[in-house]
């Protein structure tokens, strides 16, 4: 799970937001959680997240992978959370901590989904990609070369005959909280993923 952007657009830590009774960072994390459950997960942050680990306090298989390079971008947090996985890993989910109301289901819909031979799983609302993703270990080395703001997209987007797109009736795969308008509408939203 990527926990370490700058939260530049919100005006404060927006993973801190409370949403209901909990802030967003744990409510992404539940609904990751409750649809994994076979493995650790990685959460990515920068080095000084004392507040964040608060809010995620009191799940046993949380592992913590520090970026002190977090501020050049998305490619060195994917990075981080790769190499702190389990040798064994056959695949994981790029989750992102700011978005709350992806639900259970469509995490074990693309676990379901992908085939051997798949480089990734993607959710599909109504016809557009959203998050998260399930990157299978086929192109784990591929994210280690990359460098910058980018993620996975342009990887995903060179192997496209080997990526699912997976249909799911989940609106919570294209609604992320980058600014106070996003935030509410999540509160407006009343459906959190892991809930």
């Known amino acids: 799970m990527l926990a370490a952007g700058a939260s530049s657009r919100f005006g404060?830590?927006?993973?801190?937001?409370?949403?209901?009774?909990k802030p967003i960072a744990r409510h992404a994390f539940q609904g990751l959680a409750a649809g994994v459950r076979d493995g650790p997960?990685?959460?990515?942050?920068?080095?000084?997240?004392?507040?964040?680990?608060?809010?995620?306090?009191?799940?046993?298989?949380c592992v913590w992978a520090e970026n002190p390079d977090a501020d050049s971008g998305m490619a060195s947090s994917l990075?981080?959370?790769?190499a702190a996985l389990p040798a064994d890993?056959?695949?994981?989910?790029i989750a992102l901590a700011d978005m709350p109301l992806v639900s259970v289901q469509t995490y074990k819909a693309?676990?379901?989904a992908l085939r051997p031979g798949d480089y990734a799983a993607i959710p599909?609302?109504?016809?557009?990609?959203?998050?998260?993703?399930?990157?299978?270990?086929?192109?784990?080395?591929?994210?280690?070369?990359?460098?910058?703001?980018?993620?996975?997209?342009a990887l995903l987007?060179?192997?496209?005959?080997?990526?699912?797109?997976?249909?799911?009736?989940?609106?919570g795969i294209c609604a992320d909280v980058d600014t106070r308008s996003d935030?509410?509408?999540?509160?407006?939203a009343n459906i959190v993923g892991g809930e």
């Open 41 to 61: 997960i990685v959460v990515v942050a920068r080095p000084d997240a004392a507040a964040l680990k608060a809010a995620l306090a009191g799940w046993e298989y």
């Open 89 to 93: 890993c056959d695949a994981a989910f």
């Open 124 to 153: 599909v609302y109504q016809g557009r990609r959203g998050n998260p993703v399930l990157l299978a270990r086929a192109l784990f080395s591929s994210v280690s070369r990359l460098s910058g703001d980018v993620g996975a997209k």
């Open 12 to 21: 404060g830590d927006k993973l801190l937001a409370v949403v209901g009774d």
């Open 110 to 112: 693309l676990a379901s």
């Open 79 to 82: 990075q981080a959370g790769l």
């Open 183 to 188: 935030l509410a509408s999540v509160l407006k």
């Open 157 to 171: 987007a060179a192997h496209a005959e080997r990526v699912r797109d997976v249909m799911v009736d989940d609106r």
